[in-house]
């Protein structure tokens, strides 16, 4: 992540579509998330509109129904 955010300059982040996924069963903002680790790092200069995430709020279990 540190290349990123130091490249952050030089990156037209306006032409990036990212799209998340995390492995970990929690929420966005959650400590755990690497997404939210991504979005304090570097994801953040891309903006909203562009960031595809897949929020989860249940449990594992009620996910994978």
Do not use: I
């Not at 998340?20 to 755990?32: G, P, W």
Request: some cysteine; glycine content about 4%; proline content about 5%.
């Amino acid at each position: 992540l540190g290349l990123l955010s130091d490249a952050t300059p030089a990156v037209d982040w306006s032409k990036w579509h990212v799209f998340f996924s995390d492995e970990r069963c929690v929420a966005l903002d959650n400590q755990d998330s690497n997404y939210k680790a991504c979005m304090d790092q570097f994801l953040s200069a891309v903006p909203a509109e562009q960031v595809y995430a897949l929020n989860f709020t249940g449990s594992p279990k009620e996910m994978a129904a």
